[in-house]
């Protein structure tokens, strides 16, 4: 009777030694796909603050800001729908881990050369200066991203067609 006991519980802790990592990798695919279509939308809904935020990052030439203004909502939100579907992930796990690098790129560079100007994240809950935790927070995006273009079980079992899994 004791090692029926301790089989049901070892069977238990293999299920939920099991169960840890699926969970984790879908609350980060949810929160990755509520982050980015967040973003997106809050920008169109805010987009000459966007804009203007666009044109204050110092390596965006004037000629584009209008260009990536229009881009990069939409490329957010494409980025959210793809999360949640399993043959799109990993290629936005990668698209990601290039879009968060290259804000951070952006907001670095604005305050190496001492600009002033809004992170441009959300406008519905900050106008707030870009600042050294801005910079690192998409760092860390950047980073747990990559954890997604890693992990090889986050592509569907069959692979994406002409990739090797």
Known sequence: MVSSSNTNVSGWFGW???AIPMLTRYAGLTFFSF????SGFDKWLHFG??????RQYVLVPPFLAQSLALLIPSFELWLAIAFLIPAWR???????????SAFAAALSANAAAGVLAPCGCWFSLTLSQSTRPH???????A???LTYV???SAIPSGGVKGTTA
């Not at 910079?135 to 995006?141: E, K, P, R």
């Open 135 to 141: 910079i690192l927070f998409d760092i860390l995006l």
């Open 49 to 54: 603050n966007f804009l203007n935020t666009v």
């Open 35 to 38: 982050l980015l279509a967040f």
């Open 150 to 152: 890693l992990d090889r």
């Open 90 to 100: 990993r290629h936005a796990a990668i698209s990601s881990t290039v879009l968060f």
């Open 16 to 18: 939920v030694a099991r």
């Open 143 to 145: 980073m747990l991203c």
